[in-house]
């Protein structure tokens, strides 16, 4: 019996792992990637919904829809995410605030700015091969984004494309520090070539981090001035 029980117990690590990756799977998706049967599968993802580790959304459709119960897809839940490491969140919290303390906010952004210069080198070495249209390029920042254990995807939208995080390394320190989000929303933005706009963000509660990516019809010019503000 104990022997079972360990075994399930890695086998929810896999599923939530691959979700963790994924952002969002259907059981004969999640089946499938693991080699489990149907009725393998439903077992976890129930035990699982128990514990409040995953919750559904329905599956968003682009074709007609067909007879029967709409599909749904299985997500973490916020507390599951959780589970997952966040490395020395106290200590960065407190050198935060002592840099805010003796350096003011200014400080605290230049901080936030240093940090990101050496992940921004490497995304943009992963996505030299990706040409120059912001939505190709989005998708090869997501990948390099998962690489980097952001667990990224790319989608392409009706007003362009969005980029989801479905992982923040940072999100605890972020959430008191929100200069963190603004450096990394600027690198997006700079690798993709074009004005990026963040929707959501896990550090502010969200489920995912959204970032919109206008397509480049759409996209403003960079010395528009706006007028409805």
């Given at each position: 019996?104990?022997?079972?029980t ?6 929810r ?28 599968i ?12 995953v ?22 839940t916020?507390a599951?995410?959780?589970?997952f ?8 919290s ?15 952004t ?12 490497r ?9 120059a ?26 007003s ?37 706009q ?32």
């Amino acid at each position: 019996m104990a022997s079972a029980t360990a075994s399930d117990g890695r086998t929810r690590d896999r599923v939530a792992r691959l979700l963790l990756e994924r952002g969002a799977a259907t059981a004969a998706e999640l089946g499938a990637q693991l080699g489990l049967s149907p009725a393998a599968i439903r077992k976890h993802l129930d035990a699982m919904l128990a514990d409040e580790l995953v919750e559904t959304r329905e599956v968003r459709r682009t074709g007609p829809r067909g007879r029967g119960r709409p599909a749904k897809a299985f997500v973490l839940t916020a507390a599951a995410r959780e589970s997952f490491p966040h490395h020395y969140d106290g200590i960065a919290s407190a050198a935060l605030r002592w840099i805010a303390t003796h350096g003011g906010p200014g400080a605290v952004t230049a901080f936030a700015e240093s940090q990101v210069e050496a992940l921004e080198e490497r995304l943009r070495t992963a996505m030299l091969s990706a040409g120059a249209d912001p939505l190709a390029r989005a998708e090869a920042l997501a990948d390099a984004l998962t690489a980097e254990g952001y667990a990224a995807s790319a989608t392409t939208i009706a007003s362009g494309g969005q980029l989801c995080q479905h992982h923040c390394p940072v999100a605890h320190v972020a959430a008191e520090f929100p200069q963190l989000c603004d450096a990394e929303t600027e690198v997006i933005s700079r690798l993709v070539g074009t004005h990026v706009q963040r929707l959501a963000t896990i550090a502010h509660g969200d489920g995912v981090c959204t970032t919109h990516i206008p397509a480049p019809q759409c996209a403003p010019a960079a010395n528009t001035v706006r007028t409805d503000r």
